[in-house]
């Protein structure tokens, strides 16, 4: 369930070195997005990194209702019309002024670009900027420009007297403490009961579509946080049911890592084979998953009477 290649291809950089820790956040805000609404998948496209010209000019998300009619009941997209311009800043970036004029001028290129004239009417365009932390400086330089950021719900931020198309700003961290669990989920320093919460969620997956999406958001969050299963599996309080979804995510992982060790292996021939497809593994728990030795050979199955000749091998 929470493993597959569709995560893989997506959240990791493959290189000859292998799988790179650098965590790729937008991709896990996208499929953290389209769980949030999973419950309008049949109401919405999402198109990511639209293109708006030949040149390498693109938005994050483009959002289209097939209806213009359908009510979103959800503040993070009950404001939503036709077009839904969506730009995300990852934990690891600032949001600045600079960022929402670019944003904005995405949507008016968007508009332009339109095959007819008017095909696509501004009065049916919004903007939406997705940030974690709220960005006091940026909304400083705004009102220093006569602009103002009007809370419309917790974490909603509406500007008003800046442009025409109605831009939003979201504040991850401010918005309803009891939903939105995967976007608020992606950043480092990941509390239990946070975690907790998103995991639970992730059990109700109901389509392959849905567990697609929760997979990407899972994969970043274990990669911003390494230890975060090796804490909530030491809470004496975790129930019988999280205690076992914690085992089968964690099953994947030493699978995928076992696997990864068995293909380089099979490089040094058959006779060294099996024992560099061992070492290899462990190698890769230890760097991904932070796993002492011990810890890796003892997912991996390995005899505890030859941890001392592995433990020679690394």
Known sequence: MFYNEYTKKLLYNES?????????????????????????????????????????LRMDMLIIKKESDVVIDKSIARFFKRYNIIEYKSPDNA??????????????????LSKHVNEIPADEITISVFRYSYPREMFEDLKRSGADAVEEEPGIFLIKNLQQIPL???????LDPLQYNAIKALRKSLGK???KSFILEGVSSETQGDSNNFDAVLDAV????????????????????LDGVLDEIMKDKYEMYEKRGREEGMECGIEQGIEQTRVISVKNLMKNLKLTAEQAMDALGIQKSEYSKYMRML
């Open 16 to 56: 000859d070195k292998g799988m790179s820790k650098l965590i790729q956040w937008h991709p896990a805000f996208y499929g953290g997005l389209e769980w949030e609404l999973r419950e309008y998948r049949n109401d919405l496209i999402y198109e990511t990194e639209h293109e708006l010209s030949k040149k390498p």
């Open 95 to 112: 949001l600045t002024i600079d960022d929402l004029y670019k944003t904005i001028g995405y949507a008016y290129i968007y508009k332009g």
């Open 168 to 174: 939003r700003v979201i504040v991850i961290k401010r």
């Open 193 to 195: 009961d946070e975690f």
């Open 222 to 241: 274990l990669l911003a946080n390494p230890n975060i299963i090796e804490k909530m599996k030491e809470d004496k309080s975790m129930g019988a049911v």
